[in-house]
C-alpha cells in the first residue's frame, strides 16, 4: 500500500463522513412551502401557511391536495390501494408523501431554524 | 499468431472468470447484504493491469451483459445501473493507472473504481429513475462503502495477478514484436 492509497483512502473515508452529516440537513431540510410534482414535472409551489385545496393531474386521474394548518396531505386519490392518503401529512418539519400509481409526490421545501435537521416516521 | 490465441484464450479465461463471479455474486441475499461488493471488478482490474484498458473494458462490458443475459435482467433497470457503473469505473480505472503511474497501487485504483461505479450509478438512478433528492441521501453511504470494497477488491486483485504472473508464463502483451519474430 503506498502513500498515494492511504491517502485517498482516508480522503474517501472522512469526505464520505462528513457528507454523512452534510447532506441529511442539506437533502431533508424542513421548509415552508410544499412542493407538487406529477409525473416529473413540477406543478407548483404552495406556502403551507394558507389554506387551499389544490387538485393535481396525474397519470391515473386527479389526486387533491389539502393544505390545512401548516401541513399538506392528500386528501382524495384515484389509485387503488389509497397508501399516499394514509401516509399522513407533511409540515415544515420536512418529508415526503408519494403516490407511486398515480405519480404524484408533495415535498416540503426551505429551511427552518429550530435546531431540528429532520423527522422521520 | 500464437501469441494472439494464448491472448485471446486468457481474455476468455478473465471474462468467463468474471461472469460467473458477477452472477454469483448475485445470489447473496438482499436483504442481510443490501449493497454489492463488486468482486468482479478484481477482474476488470487484474485485466486492465495484465492486457490494458481496451480489453479491461471488453471484459467489464462482457461480462455485464451475460451476467444479466443469466439472471433475465438484460435491459432492466438493474442492468442499466450496472452498465452505467461499469464503464465508468473502468474508464476511471483506467485514467487512474495511465496517469497517476507510481501514486496508487492496485488499492488506490480499485478504490477509484469502486468510487466511480458508485457516483455513476446513483447519478443515472437520479436522472433516470428516481429524481428526487432523497435519492442523493445514500451517496455518503455509498462512498463509505466504496472504501471499504474497493479496498478488499484491491486486495485481492493484487494477489491475484501476482499468481497470474507466476502461473502463467510468457505473458505475450509486453513482447508481442519479439515473439512474432521468433
Known amino acids: 500500500m503506498t502513500v498515494g492509497d492511504k491517502t485517498l483512502l482516508a480522503a474517501v473515508v472522512l469526505i464520505g463522513v462528513a457528507l454523512f452529516v452534510v447532506f441529511p440537513r442539506w437533502v431533508l431540510s424542513g421548509g415552508v412551502e410544499v412542493e407538487v410534482v406529477s409525473e416529473d414535472r413540477i406543478v407548483g409551489r404552495y406556502p403551507l401557511a394558507e389554506e387551499r385545496l389544490i387538485e393535481v393531474p396525474g397519470r391515473v386521474g386527479v389526486t387533491v391536495v389539502r393544505v390545512k394548518g401548516g401541513r399538506a396531505c392528500i386528501e382524495s386519490s384515484p389509485c387503488p390501494h389509497k397508501t399516499c392518503m394514509k401516509m399522513g401529512d407533511v409540515g415544515p418539519e420536512g418529508g415526503v408523501v408519494v403516490c407511486i400509481p398515480n405519480e404524484v409526490v408533495l415535498r416540503t421545501t426551505k429551511p427552518r431554524d429550530d435546531g431540528m435537521d429532520a423527522v422521520t416516521r | ?182
Open chain 2, 1 to 182: 499468431m500464437t501469441d494472439q490465441v494464448v491472448k485471446l484464450a486468457r481474455l476468455a479465461l478473465l471474462l468467463a472468470l468474471a461472469t460467473v463471479i458477477h452472477t454469483a455474486e448475485g445470489l447473496i441475499p438482499i436483504t442481510v447484504v443490501w449493497f454489492r461488493f463488486g468482486f468482479a471488478n478484481i477482474i476488470g482490474l487484474a485485466t486492465l493491469e495484465l492486457f490494458g484498458f481496451k480489453d479491461a473494458l471488453v471484459v467489464t462490458l462482457g461480462r455485464i451483459v451475460l451476467g444479466s443475459l443469466a439472471y433475465g435482467l438484460f435491459g432492466s433497470p438493474a442492468f442499466v445501473l450496472s452498465l452505467s457503473g461499469g464503464i465508468c469505473a473502468v474508464v476511471a480505472m483506467g485514467l487512474a493507472y495511465r496517469f497517476t503511474a507510481g501514486v496508487f497501487s492496485e488499492i488506490g485504483i480499485s478504490v477509484v473504481g469502486a468510487l466511480a461505479h458508485n457516483v455513476a450509478q446513483l447519478t443515472v438512478a437520479y436522472l433516470l429513475f428516481i429524481r428526487n433528492e432523497a435519492a442523493l441521501l445514500l451517496l455518503p453511504l455509498m462512498m463509505l462503502t466504496a472504501a471499504g470494497t474497493g479496498f478488499l477488491n484491491g486486495l485481492a486483485s493484487r494477489v491475484f495477478v501476482k499468481h497470474f504472473r507466476a502461473t502463467a508464463v510468457n505473458i505475450p502483451s509486453s513482447r508481442s514484436s519479439e515473439c512474432k519474430r521468433a
